[in-house]
């Protein structure tokens, strides 16, 4: 007995409301903050904290209904006086700061709402209690028994809250432990593969292997997923996946990992918690060598469900029997794209791989992967045994690289890293990822209005700072209106800035800034008052300093000749029109031209290509077609075998069409060969089908 029975009335009832609602309340938020998958020690936290608060109004809601009003009001006047001192002005005040008010964060403002209004009905309602029903047997105890029940909670609390604390600290011991072990299983496996093949099942090793995987099989929180490919051509099982899952994030941890015979493929924490581990697929990260290895998981995957090493024409049969294993990445719009996926990366660019079979002729069936990162000419070429095909290139050693350009990478340690093989007699040791030379360009950026008066003063001070000072001037005539390429749209202002632009340029390429040299060759063939033979000194002066697009550009003026022109006007009258007279360059007899020299020409591409211009690589073999000589068509096809093995699709094209008119073969290679390369690099409407 906590009191005798009193009757009810309107405070005593709204007193029994308002407990039922507290009691809802504190149920509702615990199920709404649990809701995102916490730990297990975070929910009990959460569990004591709002038990605090539940249970006493539960106390009362009890008392209420079996008519004990004076206990009721008695346990009332403490749990909401300690409520309100506690926390309930915090929530009020937080409520009102607050700028976007979920539901979790309204469920304690309401809760103080309707404590207080509990209050003031305990005091309703006990003022109306007669003297002989007021009196309760140990009141004391009574008043006192919602702190009890909220101290020993608050102690609960405290030891749950102490044990989240530590839980990440003891997550990631154990995921450390468990990731070691997996590395020794991946070993193990590994070496039984190189030994015997690749193991039906991990049951069937023996010695320290069988002790390893008893050990991680004990461990009731991770399962170990196993997968043996089906054998090669020869009949070798030599290929296997292992993966390694936290049965439930995060209670029994966080990690994912992936490894193959090669190591280990991809590690992975998920990043937030959602009762459900990473994806197998998904542990294998969002970088260019993780979306191959990805790629390589997803075909094993594949080849598992089929019961056989498949080559499928296009990645479609793959995302129909593995939906998901490629999420993250873009499917085909269209079927010309059902080759090519593409991944977000973590550095807000993204990285992406085209696909195709390797042809019937080839000595051993499989696949080619081009891949590469967008922004960037890093590229890789791999087979289906993991072989970077283009190793002894930068672009291949910068794309092990994150596609990031480094003077000095060791190669073998990035393709180990990326799961990846070197060919046999590519160096392994220090190799440059560099793979366009840098240029030296003012730090400053240009903007606003143009600075004209500072970049001047720079200029006759510093020869090398006259080429900012003509790009200041360039931007200042497009700003005004004008083209620097047309004269007919300058007025006297913005043609005496071109003058002063053009002799900026000549000052800092005689300084011995190369891009200078070029860009008055550039000015200069634009004019309409045109000296070859100027436009000749200038751009060879930029090729001699190293810059490509001067060699390009004076390998196509030798390729096609160049005339002097001097101001002239042209008239066009259509029918019924008035004459139309526009000012125009007219040749100039008076002063020499260039001549079409295909061999000077040919020259300058090779100039160019040795200076990374794949385009002047292409020309050069275009331009040698154009010689009539057998060692100028003998060193086109050379030109042309090296840039197709260099992922232009255009060349792959040109052998493709070579080999069809020789009867199927070029170069030691089929037709089929150079197709499927045409198709590798981006032709893709010469897939097959």
Request: aromatic share 8%; hydrophobic share 40%.
């Amino acid at each position: 007995m906590i009191g005798p029975r009193s009757r009810a009335s309107a405070p005593s009832t709204l007193l029994g409301i308002g407990a039922a609602i507290v009691v809802a309340m504190a149920a509702a938020y615990y199920l709404l903050a649990t809701q995102s998958g916490l730990d297990e020690f975070a929910r009990r936290f959460i569990l004591a904290i709002v038990a605090i608060v539940g249970i006493p109004y539960a106390l009362i809601l009890l008392a209420v209904l079996t008519g004990r009003i004076a206990a009721a009001c008695l346990m009332t006047f403490t749990s909401a006086t300690a409520y309100l001192l506690g926390v309930g002005w915090l929530t009020l005040f937080l409520f009102i700061l607050s700028w976007e008010k979920n539901l979790i964060d309204v469920l304690p403002f309401v809760a103080a709402i309707v404590q207080l209004a509990m209050l003031v009905a305990a005091i309703v309602a006990s003022r109306r209690i007669p003297a002989a029903e007021r009196a309760v047997p140990f009141a004391p105890l009574v008043l006192s028994l919602p702190l009890i029940v909220a101290g020993i909670l608050i102690a609960y609390a405290y030891h749950a809250f102490a044990a989240m604390e530590a839980a990440p600290g003891l997550r990631a011991e154990h995921d450390a432990r468990m990731g070691t072990d997996f590395v020794r299983l991946t070993e193990c496996v590994g070496a039984e593969t190189g030994r015997a093949g690749a193991p039906a099942d991990l049951r069937s090793l023996d010695g320290k292997c069988a002790a390893l995987i008893a050990s991680i099989e004990e461990q009731a929180n991770y399962q170990v997923h196993y997968t043996r490919l089906p054998p090669d051509s020869d009949g070798q099982y030599d290929r296997f996946t292992l993966c390694l899952q936290p049965k439930q994030v995060p209670d029994s941890g966080l990690t994912t990992f992936v490894s193959n015979e090669r190591g280990i493929v991809g590690t992975a924490q998920a990043s937030h918690p959602t009762l459900v581990p990473l994806a197998c697929n998904e542990a294998i990260r969002a970088t260019p060598a993780g979306l191959a290895k990805r790629f390589e998981y997803c075909v094993g995957q594949y080849w598992a469900g089929v019961g056989r090493r498949e080559y499928p024409a296009t990645l479609d049969p793959i995302r129909e029997a593995l939906p998901g294993c490629l999420d993250g990445t873009t499917g085909p719009s269209n079927p010309r794209n059902s080759r090519r996926i593409e991944m977000k990366t973590d550095l807000d660019s993204s990285t992406w791989l085209s696909y195709t079979p390797t042809p019937r002729d080839e000595p051993e069936p499989g696949y080619w992967l081009y891949a590469g990162c967008s922004g960037t000419p890093a590229f890789a070429v791999i087979d289906a045994r993991g072989t970077l095909l283009n190793a002894e290139l930068p672009e291949a050693i910068a794309w092990l690289n994150q596609c990031q350009e480094s003077e000095r990478v060791l190669a073998a340690v990035l393709a180990r890293i990326a799961g990846l093989r070197l060919p046999k007699g590519v160096s392994d040791g220090l190799r440059s990822a560099r793979i366009m030379e840098p240029t030296r360009v003012d730090d400053r950026k240009f903007y606003g209005e143009p600075d004209l008066a500072t970049r001047r003063a720079e200029c006759d001070a510093f020869a090398t700072a006259c080429a900012a000072f003509a790009r200041e001037l360039e931007r200042a005539i497009v700003r005004a209106g004008g083209i620097t390429a047309r004269e007919t749209t300058l007025n006297d202002e913005t043609r005496e800035w071109l003058r002063e632009a053009r002799d900026a340029h000549v000052r800092a390429c005689e300084a011995g800034f190369a891009q200078s040299c070029h860009a008055e060759a550039a000015l200069a063939r634009d004019a309409l008052d045109r000296d070859a033979r100027h436009i000749e000194k200038f751009y060879l002066r930029g090729c001699d300093g190293g810059y490509a697009l001067s060699c390009s550009n004076l390998a196509e003026i030798y390729n096609r000749g160049l005339s002097s022109t001097v101001p002239g006007v042209r008239s066009v009258r259509l029918a019924g029109q008035p004459e139309i007279r526009t000012p125009t360059g007219i040749d100039d007899p008076k002063r020499p031209a260039i001549a079409k020299n295909l061999a000077r020409s040919a020259e300058f591409y090779q100039r160019a290509c040795d200076l990374g211009d794949r385009d002047g690589c292409r020309l050069q073999g275009m331009t040698l077609q154009e010689i009539a000589s057998t060692a100028a068509q003998t060193r086109a096809d050379e030109i042309f075998v090296r840039l197709c093995h260099r992922a232009d699709w255009s060349s792959c094209l040109f052998l493709t069409r070579t080999a069809e008119a020789a009867g199927g073969e070029f170069a030691g290679k089929s037709t089929e060969y150079w197709r499927a390369r045409t198709c590798l690099f981006g032709g893709d409407q010469y897939c097959g089908p």
